[in-house]
């Protein structure tokens, strides 16, 4: 993957995907991102990691997107939010994700994943179910997961982080909304953070 000074971008950067950024108030802080981008163009899912599910599946829809390159700052949540463990991040990742996903017509995720991660997502609520895996990538296979987006599932995984209210609200006029995770599960001010999408 190609770096350029702090920024590292690969060819489907260029293909004006979407980016779900996990920020500071001010945003000038990242917490976490992730890239999510329509099965109806060019993906990672079925230019590299074709083999990792069945022959017979077609996964290109206007309705399933791929959600790519998932990841989280674990230093700085340490230093300000130091209540909050790496893995309840990532599972407030995968709710923001959810919650966008469903605001935005979006109905199924797909995503590729070592084995390690499935725990993470099953924690966060979320309903994956794993179509299949393939060794000769690296070290360890590499899982392709469907990941069903309703109100429903979006409402259990609200329910799994402790929320009772939305952390992901469709940005307007470029403002950030001022969505945390509950003072229950961290002890910061809560207008410190929000997650916005940017197109």
């Given at each position: 993957m190609p770096v350029l000074g702090e920024v590292e971008r690969g060819r489907y950067d260029d293909l004006k995907p979407a980016y779900l950024a996990w920020t500071d108030k001010k945003q000038k802080i990242l917490y976490g991102s992730l890239?999510?981008?329509?099965?109806?163009?060019?993906?990672?899912?079925?230019?590299?990691?074709?083999?990792?599910?069945?022959?017979?599946?077609?996964?290109?829809?206007?309705?399933?997107?791929?959600?790519?390159?998932?990841?989280?700052?674990?230093?700085?949540?340490?230093?300000?939010?130091?209540?909050?463990?790496?893995?309840?991040?990532?599972?407030?990742?995968?709710?923001?994700?959810?919650?966008?996903?469903?605001?935005?017509?979006?109905?199924?995720?797909?995503?590729?994943?070592?084995?390690?991660?499935?725990?993470?997502?099953?924690?966060?609520?979320?309903?994956?179910?794993?179509?299949?895996?393939?060794?000769?990538?690296?070290?360890?296979?590499?899982?392709?997961?469907?990941?069903?987006?309703?109100?429903?599932?979006?409402?259990?995984?609200?329910?799994?982080?402790?929320?009772?209210?939305?952390?992901?609200?469709?940005?307007?006029?470029?403002?950030?909304?001022?969505?945390?995770?509950?003072?229950?599960?961290?002890?910061?001010?809560?207008?410190?953070?929000?997650?916005?999408?940017?197109?």
């Amino acid at each position: 993957m190609p770096v350029l000074g702090e920024v590292e971008r690969g060819r489907y950067d260029d293909l004006k995907p979407a980016y779900l950024a996990w920020t500071d108030k001010k945003q000038k802080i990242l917490y976490g991102s992730l890239r999510f981008m329509p099965t109806t163009g060019a993906t990672l899912l079925n230019d590299v990691f074709r083999k990792t599910f069945p022959a017979n599946f077609d996964l290109c829809y206007p309705g399933i997107w791929e959600g790519t390159r998932m990841c989280i700052d674990v230093e700085k949540i340490a230093q300000d939010y130091p209540d909050l463990l790496p893995r309840n991040a990532m599972s407030w990742m995968l709710l923001g994700l959810g919650e966008c996903a469903l605001a935005h017509g979006i109905h199924t995720l797909i995503s590729n994943y070592e084995p390690h991660m499935k725990p993470i997502n099953q924690r966060s609520g979320a309903k994956l179910d794993e179509i299949g895996r393939h060794d000769g990538y690296g070290k360890r296979p590499v899982c392709c997961g469907v990941f069903d987006v309703t109100k429903e599932v979006v409402e259990n995984m609200r329910l799994k982080n402790g929320q009772t209210e939305a952390v992901y609200k469709r940005p307007m006029a470029g403002i950030t909304p001022d969505i945390v995770p509950s003072s229950r599960e961290r002890n910061v001010d809560e207008a410190s953070c929000g997650i916005a999408i940017a197109v």
